[in-house]
């Protein structure tokens, strides 16, 4: 699929403080988790793709033109900022309909009840904002930017200050978004939320890439992390005694009904694991990766920093 957002050897840097450090990287349809630590750089990639700031080297291509050389696809992305930089005076509503005005969409008023209503807040849309709770400015924000119907959104920390409720709603509007056909780029720390929005992530480590892809498929490629697998099962010492010689195990540990198996060959356990339980009368109730998650991805990706 063709990228709509695409970065090539792409740095930036603040004095002596490299934010960014050349980043080469495609978005395309659908929605993007992007990950790293505080201070890796993510904020300052999204505010380079929306054009908000320069690159000190290489190129930013949005919808196939550089944001900064052509100012008219802003109108094509629209970013959802971490801080809290909004009018308090104005109602929910004034602040969505000032955006539509700002991006000349045709019928502001209208556009800004629909967007009020995909975010859900038109019963609080009368309130000054200075009134709302941090997760319902998260959601008027994110409705300023929709009433410009972007086909780029980029959100930094999205779900921040979000309720139980309101992060759910607005993780199923981000992937409605990304499903319709849209650029979705969400940077965020709440890792088992992105989780439930994408399984394709950009981690990023002190500036740079750390890894690119689906979590399958960059946890298969960290090989020099050991995999971690719990089995529970009726004999667990009879099995764990089977597994010692097996090819690739690592470490074993017996908790109770289960077996803790550490392998540097998955693949191998598992043509292994149900041969040997049937020889030695081991019935096995349940076999589960425990460290193939994004989180513990992300944990393995970014060390002690």
Do not use: C
């Not at 395309?28 to 320069?54: D, E, F």
């Not at 960059?218 to 719990?230: H, L, S, Y």
């Not at 667990?236 to 597994?243: E, G, I, K, Q, T």
Request: proline share 5%.
């Amino acid at each position: 699929m063709t990228d709509t957002v695409a970065v090539q050897e792409l740095s930036k840097w603040f004095g002596p403080k490299v934010a960014v450090s050349e980043v080469t990287i495609g978005f395309g349809p659908g929605v993007t988790g992007l990950l790293g630590p505080n201070g890796a750089g993510k904020t300052t990639l999204l505010r380079l793709v929306a054009g908000l700031q320069r690159p000190s080297q290489g190129s930013v291509s949005v919808l196939g033109v550089d944001p900064r050389e052509d100012p008219k696809v802003y109108r094509k992305i629209a970013l959802v900022p971490e801080d809290e930089a909004i009018y308090e005076r104005l109602t929910g509503r004034q602040f969505v309909e000032l955006a539509a005005k700002l991006a000349k969409v045709d019928d502001p008023a209208g556009r800004t009840q629909q967007s009020l209503e995909t975010v859900e807040l038109v019963e609080s849309a009368h309130r000054a904002l200075g009134g709302f709770s941090k997760g319902m400015r998260q959601r008027a924000k994110v409705a300023a930017a929709l009433v410009s119907d972007p086909e780029i959104l980029l959100l930094d920390e999205p779900l921040n200050g979000a309720d139980p409720v309101q992060r759910a709603q607005l993780i199923r509007l981000f992937i409605e978004l990304g499903q319709s056909g849209r650029t979705l780029i969400v940077s965020s720390h709440v890792l088992v939320e992105v989780e439930r929005m994408t399984e394709h992530v950009v981690a990023m480590v002190d500036g740079r890439l750390a890894a690119v892809g689906d979590i399958g498929s960059i946890r298969a490629a960290m090989t020099d992390k050991p995999r971690q697998v719990f089995v529970a099962a009726s004999h667990p010492r009879r099995l764990a005694s089977a597994l010692i010689a097996t090819p690739g195990v690592s470490g074993i540990q017996v908790e109770e009904e289960t077996v803790r198996i550490e392998t540097s060959d998955a693949a191998s356990l598992a043509r292994d694991l149900p041969r040997l339980a049937l020889q030695h009368g081991v019935a096995l109730a349940s076999v589960e990766p425990v460290d193939e998650s994004l989180e513990s991805v992300f944990r393995y990706l970014v060390g002690g920093r």
